[in-house]
């Protein structure tokens, strides 16, 4: 669909909706399924360089991974490319044996080497979504050696150190481990780049689907399978439509030309949540709504303006308005569910305790500063909120919205208002970046973790608490060790603040089932089925 075409479709869909009445133009093939998101972050589709919930919704249907977490199993994986496992005694060395008869798209068989191959691929690209191994101690120098086929179907994966074995798991769980068709890359290589360049419009996959059609900021169409290993989809095309405006999404909803919508605001969410015509998922996404403080400010860097900071957030009014969809009240740093959960909420919205805390630290008079926000809902509604009650308590801060995200990652910014989400359904995944930051340094190789993004020296004892639930394999003392990371995190008046915990929405249409919005944003399409 060309953009003429496009736009005259909205402008038929509004029409439409403008008759007292009418009925829906058109509906969505009953062997398609079309979804709505926003592509403008969205680069390319290599499983070992994107790094977007988006991105990783298509990869978590084009390429299967060795073990797989269903929605509301989070603790639990299951078999996919691997069908059993074990565990050596130390925690060390994990033994997988690999599905017989599985084919990639390109029709080459899936061997314990392409897993491997694949696994060394993620680490030596060296991409932002390395960490999910890198993090175990994985080098470009000691992969090969570490994770290796034996046989056919046999792939031995040894950590340089022992680490708690689910959290091992997890990270082979996510989009960044997807197995990759080694001989089908080999003469796409370019330059050395182990056919990066080939896989951002192209797919070298197992999964249910297959890649049809990639266009940047447009479209995606993905074909079924018919040889997946686990059954054809009864979705003979998925199609993803670049639609980042919630009021399109809305219409096209209404008109029946998309089957799940992503980018709802508030106000059309509680148009379909009143009307009951259409089905709403909030999904638990790991991360959080937060406020970064950069450190290396000199006013920003005192505990009561961060403190202070705190009490500037109207948690109730908001949870109440523009988060009702978006996120529920959280000032800890381990999401809900999870081992070290803790369900405290010691701040409130409090004008004059805020004063006092900027009079003790010197700001009586208050300050200005710049907060950088992200566009669209819910941001915007939040600054404007938070920019009102710092102007009770003396702070001008001049709201710049946009796509500042770099200036959060390069460290260039006063105040960063944004959100986290973690592929990893563990603490370690949050806290590793929250509360983990070894080097200080503006040169430091840290820029993917948000304390160091806001160049915050977190205390010793955090960090040692962090890495020690990480190396623990008791799950009853991780769980101890995570409860106490939580609540020293809460006493250090952190330079992020946390106020909500993240959720993401899903708007589906009632003809559509099975479709379910997964935690870890690796949604599938092959168990959905339309009326």
């Known amino acids: 669909m060309d953009r003429r075409q496009f736009l005259g479709g909205v402008a038929l869909g509004a029409f439409a909706a403008a008759m007292p009445g009418s009925a829906a133009l058109a509906a969505t093939p009953q062997d398609q399924l079309v979804i709505a998101v926003n592509m403008g972050s969205m680069r390319g589709l290599d499983p070992h360089e994107a790094n977007q919930i988006e991105s990783a919704e298509i990869l978590a249907n084009l390429y299967d991974r060795l073990v797989y977490f269903e929605p509301d199993a989070l603790d639990a994986p299951k078999p ?131 890649l049809r059609t990639w266009r940047a900021n447009d479209v995606m169409m993905a074909d079924a399978y018919a040889d997946y290993w686990n059954g054809a989809p009864a979705m003979r095309r998925v199609i993803m439509r670049h639609m980042p405006e919630s009021s399109v999404q809305r219409l096209q909803l209404e008109t029946g030309d998309l089957d799940v919508a992503t980018r709802l605001s508030s106000t059309d969410l509680d148009v379909f949540e009143k009307a009951g015509t259409i089905d709403i998922q909030k999904v638990q996404g790991f991360g959080f709504y937060y406020v970064a403080l950069n450190q290396k400010d000199e006013i920003l860097s005192s505990p ?97 919205m946009g796509d500042y995200l770099s200036r959060f990652r390069e460290r260039k910014f006063d105040i960063f208002m944004g959100r986290s989400g973690e592929r990893l359904p563990d603490p370690h995944s949050i806290l590793q970046s929250y509360a983990t930051n070894a080097d200080n340094s503006d040169d430091a190789p840290l820029s993917g973790l948000m304390a160091w993004r806001s160049a915050w020296d977190v205390p010793r004892e955090l960090q040692d608490l962090v890495m020690a639930g990480a190396r623990e394999t008791d799950p009853s003392r991780r769980a101890e060790i995570y409860t106490k990371v939580n609540a020293l995190y809460l006493e250090a008046s952190p330079a992020l603040i946390t106020s909500f915990e993240r959720f993401d929405v899903k708007a589906v249409s009632k003809r559509v089932s099975g479709y379910v919005g997964h935690p870890t944003w690796l949604t599938r399409w092959d168990g959905v089925a339309k009326s």
């Open 304 to 400: 009561q303006v961060r403190e202070a900071f705190r009490y500037l957030i109207d948690y109730d009014g908001l949870a109440s308005t523009v988060m009702r969809y978006y996120g529920i009240k959280s000032q800890t740093v381990i999401p809900n569910g999870l081992p070290g959960f803790l369900d405290e909420m010691p701040y409130s919205l409090d004008i004059e305790k805020a004063k006092a805390l900027l009079a003790e630290a010197g700001y009586p008079d208050g300050f200005s500063k710049t907060l950088y926000i992200g566009p669209g809902t819910p941001y915007f509604e939040f600054a404007q909120s938070l920019q009102a009650n710092a102007a009770r308590a003396g702070i001008k801060l001049d709201l710049q």
């Open 80 to 210: 996919q490319l691997a069908e059993s496992w074990t565990v050596s005694e130390d925690g060390r060395t994990f033994t997988f044996t690999i599905r017989e008869g599985v084919t990639f798209h390109s029709g080459n068989p899936l061997t314990a080497e392409d897993a491997a191959w694949s696994l060394a691929r993620l680490v030596k690209l060296g991409l932002a979504p390395a960490i999910d191994l890198r993090q175990w101690g994985y080098e470009e120098s000691n992969v090969e050696t570490l994770i290796r086929a034996t046989d056919e179907r046999t792939l031995v994966l040894e950590t340089p150190e022992a680490w708690s074995p689910g959290l091992i798991l997890a990270s082979l769980a996510s989009s960044a481990c997807s197995i990759v068709d080694r001989a089908f890359l080999a003469d796409k290589e370019q330059n050395g780049d182990l056919g990066r360049a080939h896989l951002q419009a192209a797919d070298a996959g197992s999964g249910p689907f297959s």
